[in-house]
């Protein structure tokens, strides 16, 4: 049987928000309307970025209009019903600046395999998070070499339920590769732990917005419940030590 499982994270007053110049999300109810003869009840969203909530952006977003394209130019078959592989790591220790690296030894350590023009969604279990006060400063990152064992696999996406990839204080200058390999980003997603599939499904539906790399999506995943080994797998510490790898060269 499949289950729908939505990893769409809530957007409402007082949620997490990246820092200035990004706008607050602000919801208030719409004055009554006075040219016509009845209540009605509608919301006025202020301050919506292309970034509020859960997101789906280009490599535009880096690299600019005039080396890459628009979200509108995505055909929507390419983002319903996409096969993905999802990485859970449950271990993460944070560094000094506060903050636990997701590295390629934790990746490969989850023993996944994927299918090229795919997704992977690495879950760090971060989307439980999602109302916590340090649900963006306290954030895991991605190290250079785990982006590089990522960017390795071809995906057509790569997603995750933590809102911020890289360290500003800890640098690992990674998009620039990210995004010139031509892979869509997604983020911050929940609930991913809940998926327990062998084969989910990914669909993902930004707002019909023009002339924008990035836009808050509608995202959900098609859970197949099975009975046999799933192809999630598990990120443990007993793995990451019999993890073996040179982390210059990914399988």
Known sequence: MKKIIDITGPLYNGMWNYEPPFPVFDM?????VDWIDTNVYCEVFSGLHSQSGTYLETPAHVLG????????KIGLEKLVDIPCTVLKVKTLTPDETGRAPITAE???????SFLPHSAILVCCDWGKKWKDRD?????PYFTKDAMEYLIAKKPFLVGSDIPRWENPEKHQGF???F???GILLASPFVHLEKITSLSPRLTILPLNVENTC?????AFVWDQEVKTKSR????TEEKLKNAKINSQKYP
């Open 214 to 218: 990035c836009a808050p999506v509608r």
């Open 179 to 181: 995004f010139g390999a």
């Open 65 to 72: 209009y005039e080396k890459s394209y628009p979200l509108s």
């Open 28 to 32: 208030q109810p719409l004055p009554q």
């Open 106 to 112: 934790a990746l490969v350590a989850c023993e996944a």
């Open 135 to 139: 649900f963006l400063s306290a954030s």
């Open 175 to 177: 998009f620039p590769d």
């Open 232 to 235: 999630v797998t598990i990120f």
